[in-house]
């Protein structure tokens, strides 16, 4: 379903109540580490002040569990944005109450406040009625930028558009529904889902959405070793979740009933232990030996996964191929993260989702190389399982 976004109207005079996600990593004296979220709100702030709005900040920071927790406190972030737009930013004492909307009501076409930390109240998480009201009477315009809780039915992502109209989409959210709905409703063909990470289980529903849309998924990450105890092979000591060996043959007889390529690895890198220096050897998948795990995928496997991303029109890409996190197993999903980005300058339209891939394509330095990079892990995830994401339903169609 298509949504209103800040395209769609008109915010001169008005005040902007705009949801952000400046969720932003503290260090231990209270001092941001990693202004990234920060930077990616800008866009948005910047349309809204430059058309005349009187624009009006929440977010989240941290998990205070409902209570006061002065060293969650939004104060630094409103510094750091007023030097990132070289401007003045009013900081409330709270997100709600009369000294805040007295604040509020003194804002000047093109100003900027930020409400401080939601989380400070219960009510948020809750999605209280009646806090979500008292929050939405700050503002006349509602816009949700916050991708990362849109998969959350919280006061200022949801509850809040039942009492201020119009709501609709900042910058953020806009790029987000373009690029992984269209992936997911009208994608170009080949399209290819590259599926990693640790878990199976945690893959489940996105599999068996996307098995409904692709033509191909290419499997990496621990996730293979259940795939390959389906398949009778020896695993060693690699992770394997018992409970899901039924469901992945399931899964495997499933894409062969639908048509769809499904890639399992042909060679895996396994080592003697989880660690940096373990001993290491690269083995054919039916030779695993006992006594090791496989921790990435192997060179014949990065090459045949490799012609598949180039040849794919459109790729998805979530989980890492392997252990990324440890030199030794990040050179599968680097050197699949690498193959995207060719494949990406010769006109593919590449997606990532996850915040573990999305660190991995960081890692290698090629961000700039995919189509888009999801900025939210559990909501992209939810996103790709199919699910309606209830701070997006919210929004004025
Ligand atoms: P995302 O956050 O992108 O959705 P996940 O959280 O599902 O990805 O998985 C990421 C984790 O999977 C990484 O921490 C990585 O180390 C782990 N992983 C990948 N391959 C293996 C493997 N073969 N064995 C154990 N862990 C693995
Ligand atoms: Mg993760």
Redesign the pocket.
């Known amino acids: 379903m298509e949504k209103k976004s800040l395209s769609d109207i008109s915010c001169k005079g008005r005040r902007v109540l705009m949801r952000v996600d400046f969720n932003v990593p503290l260090d231990d004296n209270g001092n941001i580490t990693n202004d990234k979220r920060i930077v990616e709100a800008l866009p948005s702030i910047r349309t809204i002040t430059e058309s005349g709005g009187r624009l009006i900040l929440m977010s989240h920071l941290g998990r205070p569990k409902g209570k006061v927790v002065p060293e969650l406190s939004l104060a630094p972030v409103a510094k750091r944005l007023a030097e990132l737009l070289d401007t003045q930013v009013v900081m409330a004492d709270d997100c709600i109450g009369t000294e805040a909307m007295q604040q509020a009501l003194t804002l000047q076409d093109g100003d900027i406040m930020l409400l401080e930390n939601l989380r400070f109240h219960p009510e948020e998480e809750k999605n209280d009625p009646e806090f979500a009201r008292e929050l939405a009477s700050m503002g006349e315009i509602y816009v949700n930028d916050a991708f990362g809780t849109a998969h959350r039915a919280h006061a200022s992502t949801e509850g809040i558009c039942h009492f201020v109209q119009p709501s609709v989409a900042g910058r953020l959210i806009e790029k987000e529904l373009k690029y992984l709905g269209q992936a997911l409703d009208a994608p170009e063909r080949p399209f290819v889902a590259i599926l990693?990470?640790?878990?199976i289980s945690?893959?489940i529903d996105v599999l068996e959405n996307l098995f409904n849309k692709v033509d191909t998924v290419l499997i990496?990450?621990?996730m293979?070793?259940t795939f390959f105890r389906a398949q009778g092979y020896a695993v060693g000591k690699?992770?394997v979740e018992d409970d899901k060996v039924e469901l992945a043959a399931h899964l495997l007889q499933t894409a062969r009933e639908k048509n769809i390529t499904m890639l399992l690895p042909e060679d895996v890198v396994a080592a003697s232990e989880?660690s940096a220096d373990a001993r290491t050897s690269t083995v054919g998948v039916d030779s695993i030996p006992d006594d090791m795990?496989?921790?990435?995928i192997g060179p014949q496997t990065v090459d045949r996964y490799s012609q598949e991303i180039l040849n794919a029109k459109t790729v998805v890409w979530?989980?890492?191929?392997?252990?990324?996190?440890i030199e030794a197993?990040a050179h599968g999903t680097i050197a699949v993260a690498q193959a995207l980005a060719d494949a990406t300058a010769k006109g593919t339209i590449s997606i990532v989702?996850?915040?573990?891939?999305?660190a991995a394509v960081m890692k290698a330095g090629l961000e700039s190389g995919m189509t888009h990079i999801s900025t939210g892990?559990g909501a992209s995830?939810e996103f790709l399982e199919g699910k309606v994401l209830p701070g997006i339903a919210a929004l004025n169609d």
């Open positions: 990693g990470g640790a878990k945690g893959k990496g990450g621990a293979i070793f690699s992770l989880f795990m496989g921790l990435d979530n989980g890492p191929m392997g252990v990324f996190e197993f989702g996850g915040g573990d891939s999305a892990g995830l």
